[in-house]
Structure formats: C-alpha cells, structure tokens
Nanobody, 127 residues
Framework: DVQLQASGGGLAQLGGSLRLSCAPS????????IGWFRQAPGKEREGVAI????????YTADSVEGRFTISADDAKNTVNLQMDSLKPEDTAVYYC????????????????????WGRGTLVTVSS
C-alpha cells in the first residue's frame, strides 16, 4: 500500500498563501485518488480537495472553492494543495490520504473511502 507524507504547513496571515505537498513512499500515486482533508480542534474531519491521478478529475469543497487548488505532479510523484486567500477558519491539521481508483475509473468523496492517512501538517492562519 502507498504510504503518504504531508508537508508544507506553517503560519500565514489573513489573505496569505501556503502550498502543501503530499508525497508517497513505497509506491507511485498513479491509480489512486489523492485527497486533502483537514481537522480543526473540536470539529470533524472535512474533505478539502481530491484529485484523480487517472484523469485529473477534481473535487473541491464549497468552503475553499476559488481559493484552494489541488494538482498532481506526475514527474515529482506528488499532489499539491495551493492555498490562497487564507482565512482564520482554514486553521487546522491537514492530512493527505489515498483511495485506489476502481477499474471503471470511479472513486468516492467521503473520508471513509480513503486510507493510508499520512501524518498531518499544521496550518495556522492569523487574523
């Protein structure tokens, strides 16, 4: 199974930007849907953005639409999350996870369909 590691978190100011990267070890990201999720203190885990490495089909949560962009870099075997126009409510631990794409190319948005959760990276946005 693919093992994932998230990196790139840190402190940003309101309106600032950060770029997170998700890198696998032991496998390529090909044939997986890679998702970014986040969990703020006292809140449930939330799906942020997901990308299919088959066809680059993307899901983006309404809460980050127009501000966050997910992309897959096949050459570097990473999935990146570009976060712009950051808000304090974006403060959370961000995780990446994988879901094997079915033979028909389908995959699912829910967090319970994902596995290989890497250790998260903390994003803090100050106002």
């Amino acid at each position: 199974d693919v093992q994932l590691q998230a990196s790139g978190g840190g402190l940003a100011q309101l309106g600032g930007s950060l770029r997170l990267s998700c890198a696998p070890s032991g496998s390529a990201i090909k044939d997986y849907a890679i998702g970014w999720f986040r969990q703020a203190p006292g809140k449930e885990r939330e799906g942020v953005a997901i990308i299919s490495t088959w066809d680059d089909n993307v899901y983006t949560a309404d809460s980050v639409e127009g501000r966050f962009t997910i992309s897959a870099d096949d050459a570097k075997n990473t999935v990146n999350l570009q976060m712009d126009s950051l808000k304090p409510e974006d403060t959370a631990v961000y995780y990446c996870a994988a879901q094997e794409i079915a033979d028909d190319g389908s995959w699912f948005v829910g967090a319970n369909y994902f596995y290989s959760w890497g250790r998260g990276t903390l994003v803090t946005v100050s106002s």
